[in-house]
């Protein structure tokens, strides 16, 4: 793709994760209990607010995002972010069982406070986990020193713990006590 052209993508993907995740009242848009926003009335107010955007270049946003981030319904009339909201919205999710191990990268910075509490959802409305070390280290480097951990889910399972997969492959749980918590790298 071309530089102007993923910087564009880019930039209407971070908008979209604002308005669709935390802040629908920003460009005054109307969310369902389930995190739907009419598309009209997204592009509609997008415009109004001086992203320019049609319904071609949303779509092609909504396909090439890399992470999946956002979906539209079936006839493309409504549209949510798949995961990733502080706003109260209703997913229904479905419990599923998770991989064995399952990965969650962080900064170091804030392991004194895991290491009291465990791993909490903080403003999101569960701990987010990756399938692969490499995806964990992306994630964990967003917030400064890299440290992973390692999370074996069995366990977990066993003790009733629920875990639940987001449409974008993110896997979910309500927290993760201290001692499911491996350390298994550090920068
Ligand atoms: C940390 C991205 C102190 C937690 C990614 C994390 C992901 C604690 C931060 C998705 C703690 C919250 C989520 C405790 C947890 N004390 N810090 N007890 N428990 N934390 O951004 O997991 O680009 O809400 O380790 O791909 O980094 O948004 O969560 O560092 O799937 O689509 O508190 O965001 O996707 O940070 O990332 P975040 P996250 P998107």
Do not use: C
């Not at 994630?139 to 400064?144: A, D, K, L, Q, T």
């Amino acid at each position: 793709m071309k530089k102007d052209k993923e910087k564009n993508y880019r930039r209407i993907s971070k908008f979209l994760s604002l308005v669709l995740r935390h802040q629908p009242e920003k460009i005054h848009l109307t969310m369902d209990e389930n995190g739907w926003v009419s598309v009209s009335q997204l592009l509609s107010n997008m415009n109004k607010f001086q992203h320019k955007i049609g319904m071609e270049l949303l779509e092609e946003v909504v396909e090439t995002n890399e992470k999946k981030r956002f979906a539209f319904n079936e006839d493309k009339t409504k549209i949510r972010a798949n995961q990733g909201h502080s706003v109260q919205v209703d997913l229904a999710y479905t419990a599923k069982t998770p991989p064995e191990i399952l990965y969650h990268g962080t900064a170091i910075k804030f392991t004194d406070s895991i290491y009291k509490t465990g791993l909490q959802k903080k403003k999101r409305h569960h701990v987010h986990l990756s399938k692969d070390f490499e995806t964990a280290e992306k994630v964990g480097r967003r917030h400064g020193q890299l440290v992973v951990f390692e999370i074996n889910t069995t366990k977990m399972v066993a003790e009733n713990f629920k875990f639940f997969k987001s449409e974008n492959g993110v896997w979910l749980v309500e927290e993760i006590p201290v001692k499911f918590l491996k350390e298994i790298h550090r920068d």
